[in-house]
């Protein structure tokens, strides 16, 4: 199983379409990240759902993984 971490702001939020086409592949765990405090979690899971992200875990923090797509990655925002 592959580990895709997506960042919420300026990624996920702003591409719902693209994160809900690698959750629907059975072989990645999708795995929403932000540097946002655990203080707004509840928020943060409500703007997802609102916006009709889908995901496996969401980690208030960075995280290991093995592809990271990020609006600030070196290079620009690549989808896998």
């Known amino acids: 199983m592959k580990v895709?971490?997506?960042?919420?702001?300026?990624?996920?939020?702003q591409h719902p379409d693209e994160v809900n086409r690698?959750?629907?592949d059975r072989d990645v765990l999708v795995?929403?990240?932000?540097?946002?405090?655990?203080?707004v979690r509840r928020r943060?899971?409500?703007?997802?759902?609102?916006?009709?992200?889908?995901y496996h875990a969401l980690v208030m923090g960075k995280l290991r993984?093995?592809?990271?797509?990020?609006?600030?990655?070196?290079?620009g925002l690549v989808w896998p």
Do not use: F, H, K, Q
């Open 65 to 75: 993984a093995d592809v990271y797509v990020d609006d600030r990655n070196a290079g």
């Open 31 to 39: 795995v929403m990240y932000t540097a946002r405090s655990e203080a």
């Open 44 to 54: 943060t899971e409500s703007e997802l759902a609102e916006a009709g992200v889908r």
């Open 4 to 13: 895709i971490a997506i960042d919420i702001d300026g990624t996920a939020l």
């Open 22 to 24: 690698l959750y629907e």
